[in-house]
């Protein structure tokens, strides 16, 4: 890897993300010996700017960055490094040094699955208690039991199939759409959520 140390004083910065969530960890800095002792060690290793020395990220706290890859930018002098780290990143004992959560995130399909967790604990309120606007179809499916939920996600999936033999791309988007949201409420329903499949099969991978 061809890396141009020589821009800022024999450094150059190094991003690390987490290698399952792509989540952005910290910021460091790395010469050329802490890339090499990187590579050789497996574990992420900077030059401390403060200490003046090597630093291995964890060498105290035992938190440390095991290396799944490096890439280099377009300019050659920066580093994206994809790491899983054992434990918190930050030292004030953060996932991130921006204080953020750090648990697997699946964009719009996590928002969702928040949407409909809110949903089932609405559901599990009596239903005079509810406010007028607090009426959904999530709550109607979640009042009416794990039978029906089941039974619709077995109805979309029945139509998924159907639009697949067929060449509409946008009715079969939107079956699969569909399916995939009310499979999301059976999931609710059963109490689980996306992660608990995604470790099923990376267990089968």
Not at 39 to 67: A, I, P
Not at 145 to 155: F, L, R, S, T
Not at 164 to 179: G, I, R, T
């Amino acid at each position: 890897m061809d890396i141009d140390f020589n821009k800022n004083d024999g450094l150059v910065p190094a991003i690390i993300q987490d290698a399952n969530t792509q989540k952005v960890l910290m910021l460091g800095y790395m010469n050329e010996e802490a890339y090499l002792k990187t590579n050789s060690t497996k574990r992420v290793t900077f030059f401390s700017r403060s200490r003046q020395r090597l630093w291995t990220k964890g060498e105290e706290s035992g938190n440390f960055l095991d290396l799944v890859s490096i890439k280099l930018d377009c300019d050659k002098d920066t580093l994206l490094i994809q790491a899983n780290p054992v434990g918190p990143v930050c030292h004030t004992g953060t996932d991130t040094c921006w204080a953020e959560d750090n648990s697997e995130n699946f964009g719009f399909l996590s928002r969702l699955e928040g949407i409909i967790e809110s949903r089932k604990k609405l559901s599990q309120t009596e239903p005079e208690l509810r406010k007028e606007n607090e009426s959904s179809y999530v709550v109607s499916l979640f009042d009416k039991g794990i039978n029906k939920i089941a039974q619709k996600v077995g109805e979309e999936a029945v139509e998924t199939v159907i639009e697949a033999k067929d060449s509409n791309d946008d009715l079969f988007l939107n079956e699969s759409a569909d399916l995939l949201f009310h499979y999301l409420i059976l999931l609710k329903a059963k109490g689980f959520g996306l992660k608990d499949i995604v470790k099923v099969l990376e267990e089968r991978h």
